[in-house]
């Protein structure tokens, strides 16, 4: 096999296929009920729906409260599902089921949901994660360390590629918008109107300073264009870029209100998940 081979099938524990499974799977039917809720709330107002490209090649049409019912219905059931699959005694179809229905029904909702504003690039790697991890086959919580898949490196490194994605992305958006020109927006008064936009007590405390907003677009800047280099970082110390990002996150809700979370989540493709369970298990039989 190639090297390039090697770097997008890479041989994971499959383990870590199954825990992260469970990650988005929460995170969907969280996302459905007080994130990207529009489906449902403008269920009953379809005049408002301005369908994006993907609905109209899929020639959907305007959501009904029943088919945001059936949608709920079927992300929670296929949430359910692949939480249940990981465990060892459920049968294996059960979570094949499960991924494909999951996956299915919450690109279906998040398309419904962009479909009545912008289009959110936060969702972008949790959804590819929904319709790519059910490819990889059967996983558990407690597969051996040594069972590893290829199929699972692939379906993680493609999560992995559209998450780096967002942030380069970011990046790309900003240049177009500056002009070609990033040391422009690193400069502008971007912060200002966002923050003017979203007035809240922090960061009225900061709106009169210009250098340290210019300072901290910079910052925004240099974070983004080093999204990539979390391939060069050993994975035992990639928790450390995780949490970074999760700073970076944090900061942005408590300036914004704006959380990232499907985006923030899917870092996790990321992580050792497998060890950090059998860390906690070790711990909870020495107790």
Same mark, same amino acid.
């Given at each position: 096999?190639?090297?390039?081979?090697?770097?997008?099938?890479?041989?994971?524990?499959?383990?870590?296929?199954?825990?992260?499974?469970?990650?988005?799977?929460?995170?969907?039917?969280?996302?459905?009920?007080?994130?990207?809720?529009?489906?449902?709330?403008?269920?009953?107002?379809?005049?408002?729906?301005?369908?994006?490209?993907?609905?109209?090649?899929?020639?959907?049409?305007?959501?009904?409260?029943? =088919?945001?019912? #059936? !949608?709920? %219905?079927?992300?929670?059931?296929? *949430?359910?599902? /692949?939480? @249940?699959?990981?465990? $060892?005694? &459920?049968?294996?179809?059960?979570?094949?089921?499960?991924?494909?229905?999951?996956?299915?029904?919450?690109?279906?909702?998040?398309?419904?949901?962009?479909?009545?504003?912008?289009?959110?690039?936060?969702?972008?790697?949790? =959804?590819?994660? #929904? !319709?790519? %991890?059910?490819?990889?086959?059967? *996983?558990?919580? /407690?597969? @051996?360390?040594?069972? $590893?898949? &290829?199929?699972?490196?692939?379906?993680?490194?493609?999560?992995?590629?559209?998450?780096?994605?967002?942030?380069?992305?970011?990046?790309?958006?900003?240049?177009?918008?500056?002009?070609?020109?990033?040391?422009?927006?690193?400069?502008?008064?971007?912060?200002?109107?966002?923050?003017?936009?979203?007035?809240?007590?922090?960061?009225?405390?900061?709106?009169?300073?210009?250098?340290?907003?210019?300072?901290?677009?910079?910052?925004?800047?240099?974070?983004?264009?080093?999204?990539?280099?979390?391939?060069?970082?050993?994975?035992?110390?990639?928790?450390?870029?995780?949490?970074?990002?999760?700073?970076?996150?944090?900061?942005?809700?408590?300036?914004?209100?704006?959380?990232?979370?499907?985006?923030?989540?899917?870092?996790?493709?990321?992580?050792?998940?497998?060890?950090?369970?059998?860390?906690?298990?070790?711990?909870?039989?020495?107790?």
């Amino acid at each position: 096999m190639s090297g390039a081979l090697r770097w997008l099938m890479p041989e994971v524990p499959l383990a870590r296929l199954a825990w992260f499974r469970a990650i988005v799977a929460l995170t969907a039917v969280v996302d459905i009920f007080l994130i990207l809720s529009s489906p449902r709330q403008r269920a009953t107002t379809p005049a408002l729906y301005d369908p994006i490209p993907l609905a109209r090649a899929l020639q959907l049409p305007a959501p009904t409260p029943t =088919i945001t019912g #059936a !949608l709920t %219905l079927l992300i929670v059931a296929g *949430a359910l599902g /692949v939480l @249940l699959g990981g465990l $060892r005694p &459920t049968p294996a179809w059960v979570q094949h089921l499960a991924g494909a229905v999951l996956g299915c029904a919450y690109l279906l909702w998040c398309t419904y949901g962009m479909s009545f504003g912008y289009v959110a690039h936060d969702h972008t790697a949790i =959804i590819v994660a #929904a !319709l790519l %991890l059910p490819t990889a086959g059967t *996983a558990r919580y /407690v597969d @051996l360390q040594e069972t $590893r898949s &290829t199929g699972a490196g692939w379906a993680l490194r493609m999560v992995q590629v559209f998450t780096v994605a967002t942030y380069t992305g970011s990046v790309l958006a900003k240049w177009v918008m500056s002009g070609h020109d990033l040391v422009r927006w690193a400069q502008s008064g971007t912060f200002v109107w966002a923050f003017l936009r979203r007035p809240n007590p922090l960061n009225e405390l900061l709106v009169q300073h210009g250098a340290v907003l210019r300072l901290g677009q910079w910052g925004v800047l240099a974070l983004e264009l080093a999204a990539p280099l979390v391939w060069v970082v050993r994975e035992r110390w990639r928790w450390v870029v995780a949490a970074i990002f999760l700073g970076f996150h944090l900061a942005t809700f408590a300036l914004l209100g704006i959380h990232f979370l499907p985006t923030l989540v899917c870092w996790a493709a990321f992580l050792p998940l497998e060890r950090y369970a059998a860390r906690i298990r070790r711990r909870a039989d020495i107790s």
